[in-house]
Structure formats: structure tokens, C-alpha cells
């Protein structure tokens, strides 16, 4: 089989480029795995990496004498690390941190984040122009970009910053995070859901509130 797609240039070039893409996807892949801590799957990433390796350079160096093959080769590379990266955001894996500096004054922020399933930790700080609302977000790596669009959505002059931690300890963090509520809406009608949610949140406490007069009387 090695024979005939040496016998033929084109068929050449397609493998070599294609086995190149494969190669820089696990190696990017890998190399994101174990900066994320998933050793095991860095591990097999790894095994892969190095099969797909030997097969391609192996090529390439038996027909070195065809700078085609080099071409396809670095091209094939290029194009893996955009492939690699692409699935790595696709897969979004962990969690992210986004700090976020409010603007507006009339609006209850961090209450209508955790109300659209958000973790919120915020406080009172003060700068330049007074008083501000400071809050830190977790957020599942794949709704970091809704949220940000989110806080954008409701204070369009916020200041945000986003990173990924390491270690997430204590608190209650990700037990705390509904991922139904961050994927049941889109951030260009989110004042549309936080309505719903204020009176959806009303009518439970009228009921409460019946209840327990109710119980009193009786």
C-alpha cells in the first residue's frame, strides 16, 4: 500500500498533509490535557501522537527528494494546531473565572446573574467615580462568552476580566451553578427572562404568604 502512494505524487501530498493534521491535533490536544491536570487522557493523547508521528515523518523522509511532500507536511501542521485548538474550545472543559467591575448603579447585577444560574460572589469597592459593584462569576468554561455577552447585555460599560483557576475549593461553587438556567436563554433577551423570573419569583412569595396565613387562622 506504502508502494502505491509513493507511485503516485498527488495521493502523496493528501496523505502526508492529512497524517500531519491527525499528528498536531493529538499533539495540541496533549499539550492542553496536561496543562489542564487530565494526565491519563494527556497519556493516551500521547500514544496516539506518537503512532500517527512515525507514519508521516516516515514518509516524508523516504521522499525528501520532492519538496511538495515538505510543503504539505508544514502545511499539515499549521492546520492541525487550528484543528486541535478548535476542538479544545469546543469541548470547553472546566471552569472560568470572570471578575467583573459594574458601571451601572440601578440595576441588581450579581442578583440577576444568580437568578440566570450563575455563581456570584460580589462586594462594594471604591474608585475613581465613587462606589462600584465587584463581583466574581464562575461559569463553565463553554458559557464563558453567554455570560460575558450577558453582563454586557444588562451594563454595557462593565469591566471584565476573565481566567481560568487551577483549583476550585470550599464554597459552593459548582454545585451551585445551574447549567439549565445558563442554557435556557440568549443573551440579547435576557431582560425578557430576568421578568419572568422576578415574577415567577412574586407569585411563589404571594403563595407563601397565603399559607402561612392561612395556618395562623386556622
Do not use: C
Not at 499528528?23 to 503512532?51: D, H, N, P, Q, W
Not at 442554557?183 to 419572568?196: A, D, F, H, I
Amino acid at each position: 500500500m506504502l508502494q502505491a502512494i509513493s507511485d503516485n505524487p498527488m495521493l502523496m501530498i493528501l496523505v502526508i498533509f492529512v497524517i500531519n493534521i491527525i499528528y498536531v491535533t493529538f499533539l495540541t490536544m496533549r499539550t492542553i490535557m496536561t496543562l489542564k491536570g487530565y494526565r491519563f487522557v494527556a497519556a493516551a493523547f500521547s500514544i496516539l501522537e506518537t503512532f500517527v508521528y512515525v507514519i508521516g515523518l516516515g514518509l516524508v523522509l523516504d521522499n525528501l527528494d520532492r519538496p511538495q511532500n515538505i510543503v504539505a507536511y508544514a502545511l499539515g501542521f499549521g492546520v492541525g494546531i487550528l484543528v486541535g485548538t478548535k476542538i479544545e474550545e469546543k469541548l470547553a472543559l472546566g471552569y472560568t473565572v470572570v471578575n467583573v467591575t459594574a458601571a451601572k448603579k440601578d440595576i441588581d447585577l450579581p442578583n440577576d446573574l444568580r437568578n440566570l444560574g450563575y455563581g456570584v460572589t460580589h462586594s462594594h469597592q471604591y474608585g475613581r467615580d465613587g462606589q462600584r459593584t465587584v463581583m466574581q462569576i464562575l461559569t463553565p468554561r463553554k458559557y464563558e462568552r453567554k455570560l460575558i455577552e450577558t453582563i454586557i447585555e444588562l451594563d454595557d460599560r462593565a469591566f471584565i476580566i476573565s481566567h481560568e483557576p487551577k483549583n476550585i475549593h470550599g464554597g459552593f461553587w459548582t454545585k451551585g451553578l445551574s447549567r439549565r438556567k445558563m442554557s435556557n436563554y440568549q443573551p440579547e433577551n435576557v431582560e425578557e427572562v430576568l421578568e419572568e423570573v422576578y415574577e415567577a419569583q412574586e407569585q411563589g412569595e404571594v403563595h407563601d404568604t397565603a399559607q402561612k396565613t392561612e395556618k395562623k387562622e386556622i
